[in-house]
């Protein structure tokens, strides 16, 4: 399951799950924890240079407050 620890932004929250799903269904043997640190890195790391337009969930508000719990592999 994966849980929040204080309440989210709609969109930070679209964009991580989004990105977190994606991940784990591309590298299924690499782990629901791994594909998680690599969607919340990708929010740390800011919008890409690409794409000016989107939003700056840098800020750990938005990429911190998810936890995996339970079977994380």
């Not at 800011?46 to 750990?60: I, K, M, V």
């Amino acid at each position: 399951m994966l849980a929040t620890l204080w309440d989210v932004n709609d969109a930070s929250t679209s964009r991580i799950m989004s990105d977190f799903y994606a991940r784990w269904v591309k590298d299924p043997a690499d782990g629901k924890a791994e594909a998680l640190r690599q969607a919340q890195l990708a929010l740390l790391r800011g919008p890409a240079a690409s794409s000016p337009h989107d939003a700056d969930y840098s800020h750990p508000f938005y990429w911190a407050p998810f936890v995996l719990i339970g079977n994380y592999q």
